[in-house]
């Protein structure tokens, strides 16, 4: 009886013991699944003022803030010394406190390559792709090139560096398109990189410039002056953007390169990325932070306005669309002979 007795008291207090264990890690993850913020997040941009990566962080933040689906201050600071490199290794020695994020374009693989910077997307923790940036060539509205063909017929009938190619910094994505379409055309362009998209634009506007390849975003308010022209698209398929931007043209009109002599292609990542080490609560919170984002009517107007393709992805999709890219890069940065010895 009394060994029967000490077994159904041991029973009993083995149970409380597991039920008060099991309330625990049950409070414990719940506690980690609605982690917040406790101080203001900074969010960083890897690349200067004006350019297409600066414009979507500012919108970003101006949207959550307007809409309150965060509860501290976002605060965005442009890092874009080294080609981005500043930025990058910013987060990356970031602590993993979920106060620190990251936009991206694709310098996340090229500035790596380029410059030999001890950094790669892997040590980072990825939060999720918001759109991919096409990339449009662009000329001066006075210039006599009405299509691409007549820009290539020029550029192949004058010698070679007569053409000058403004882009955002060495090494690149819009250095990367050149080198493809000196290739493509088989002539050689000077090419002169400059701090921001922001600033490619007004070179262009101010003729400095015969050429660039900006993102729509940061072409599109001279486009609607009339004084840029845009003559095709580097993606597989026009953009899907109806809406009359000019007095003649919508997004959709702009002809795909390819369709016009010059096949080149190249579509840019606009991501998200925390430091290393960050929790799946903390990613969880920014990743429904850009999902309500993304639900809002003025999510769909900027990626009208900027002539984004909508692309999210989160989670182990995101991963693998990564790991293809960083291939990719290597294998464009690698055939520009833009790796770094």
């Keep these: 009886m009394l060994i029967q007795s000490l077994f159904k008291r041991t029973k009993r207090t083995v149970t409380t013991v597991s039920f008060g264990l099991l309330a625990a890690t049950a409070l414990v993850t719940n506690v980690q699944a609605q982690w917040q913020p406790t101080k203001a997040v900074e969010f960083i941009v890897p690349a200067g003022t004006g350019g297409g990566a600066d414009q979507m962080a500012r919108f970003l933040q101006g949207v959550i803030t307007k809409h309150k689906l965060m509860n501290q201050p976002l605060v965005v600071l442009n890092k874009g010394g080294g080609a981005g490199a500043e930025g990058f290794l910013d987060i990356k020695n970031a602590r993993p406190d979920g106060h620190k994020i990251v936009i991206t374009l694709s310098n996340l693989f090229t500035t790596p390559l380029a410059t030999g910077v001890p950094f790669n997307w892997k040590d980072l923790t990825p939060v999720s792709m918001l759109a991919l940036d096409e990339f449009v060539l662009w000329v001066n509205a006075e210039a006599p090139y009405k299509t691409t063909g007549e820009l290539i017929k020029a550029m192949q009938a004058a010698p070679d560096g007569q053409f000058k190619m403004g882009g955002t910094g060495s090494k690149q994505e819009d250095q990367i398109i050149t080198v493809a379409m000196e290739k493509a055309i088989g002539k050689k362009m000077i090419y ?22 900006n993102n729509p975003i940061e072409a599109a308010a001279h486009w609607k002056g009339d004084t840029l022209r845009a003559l095709c698209v580097f993606d597989t398929v026009v953009m899907p953007y109806p809406k009359k931007m000019t007095s003649k043209q919508s997004w ?23 430091g290393p080490k960050s929790t799946p609560a903390q990613v969880k919170y920014f990743v429904d932070i ?15 306005a900027g002539a984004f393709k909508d692309s999210f992805l989160a989670g182990d999709a995101f991963n693998q669309w990564l790991l293809k890219a960083e291939v990719e890069h290597l294998r464009l940065m690698r055939d520009a002979g833009f790796l770094a010895k």
């Design 192 to 213: 002169i990189p400059l701090k921001g998209g922001g600033d490619v634009a007004v070179q262009l506007v101010g003729k400095h410039l015969d050429t660039t390849v």
């Design 252 to 274: 959709k009109d702009i002809p795909t390169c390819k369709s016009q002599g010059l096949d080149v292609e190249y579509l840019m990542l606009r991501g998200i990325f925390m």
């Design 290 to 304: 850009f999902q309500k984002v993304r639900a809002l009517p003025e999510w769909k107007e900027f990626l009208e």
